[in-house]
Structures are given as C-alpha cells and as structure tokens.
C-alpha cells in the first residue's frame, strides 16, 4: 500500500466512525518527521457546534498519566533520573518530610501515600490552575495518608509531582 492508498483508506475508516458517531477528534500519522495524514473530525463542542481542529486541545483526564509514565521511563533511558530516586532528588523545594521518602516508583505505582488535589484549596482556585507548578499548592504541604510503598492507593498528585519533576529534569 503506498502512502495516497493509506491516506484514502484511512479518511474512509475515520469517515465511517465519524458517520457512526463513534470518533471525534484529531488524527496525526507520521513518520518520524514526515507527517502523511492528519485531519480533524467531529466537533469540538456539540453544546456550541464548534468543530474540532488539527489543533484543537483535548482534555485526555487520566489518560495523560500514561503519558507522563512514558516521559518518565525515556528520563530514565536517559539517565536523568531513576526509578529509586526520592522526590527530593529532583524537587529539592518539595517539604522534606515527605520528599526524601517518596520516590519516582512510588509516584508511578500509585503508593506513594499522594493523595489527590480535589480539596477545597482546588475549588477555590481552579480557574486560574495553568501549570503544573499552580497545582503543588493544593496539596504539598498535606500529610501521606501512609507510609510510601505499604499500599495502593490511586494518586492524581503523585501524576502531579511527576509533571513537575519532568518539566524540572527535561
């Protein structure tokens, strides 16, 4: 299949779910640097009828953390960082308490004790959160609901944390 093929065969599969009301979005194949496909479907807002754009963005919720888990497995490719290395390695501004107890593993693992940002601080605020940075306020300064590494417990601030290592180490 040359490239005009596969881009004809792929406009017609992403058609017919976009028919079906099954896809909305934005689609980019490329190789390497080589973009050879991308297109947007569907809308942006049904409520105001705005149609999606190549670079509309998307908020992925929780799906983002597989993302953040990637970035942070090439760091460590990289040698960056390390799975083993406490949070206070990398963000030595970061409370001591739960900084040199806390590791990269930790956070990736949901074990870390982190708990999660929606708090009142969060609702008071949210309308101004931009960056990573703006959200460590929510929740830097709480207690670990355990002791790093002694149970699971899922963690939007230790995806949080993350984010701000990897914008620190990058």
């Known amino acids: ?4 093929e596969m881009q004809m065969e792929l406009q017609a599969i992403l058609h017919s779910f976009v028919a079906a009301d099954k896809f ?4 980019l194949v490329a190789n390497h640097q080589t973009i050879l496909f991308q297109q947007a479907y569907g809308l942006a807002s049904q409520r105001f009828h705005i149609p999606n754009q190549i670079d509309t963005k998307f908020n992925l919720g929780s799906n ?9 497995v ?3 490719e990289q040698r960056k960082l390390a799975f083993h290395d406490p949070i206070s390695t990398h963000l030595p501004q970061y409370p001591r308490a739960v900084a040199e107890k806390v590791t990269i593993h930790h956070l990736l693992t949901h074990t870390s004790g982190l708990g999660t940002y929606w708090n009142e601080r969060f609702d008071a605020t949210w309308a101004r959160l931009r960056t990573v940075e703006d959200y460590l306020p929510l929740f830097r300064d709480d207690p670990l609901s355990f002791e790093p590494g002694e149970k699971y417990q ?13 914008e620190h180490v990058s």
Do not use: C, H, R, W
């Not at 299949?1 to 005009?4: I, K, L, N, R, S």
């Not at 983002?64 to 942070?72: D, H, L, R, S, Y």
């Not at 963690?155 to 290592?165: D, E, R």
């Open 1 to 4: 299949m040359d490239e005009t």
């Open 24 to 27: 909305s979005g934005a689609v």
């Open 64 to 72: 983002n953390k597989m993302f953040t888990g990637v970035a942070v």
């Open 74 to 76: 090439q760091l460590a």
């Open 154 to 166: 899922y963690s939007n601030a230790g995806f949080v944390v993350l984010g701000a290592i990897i």
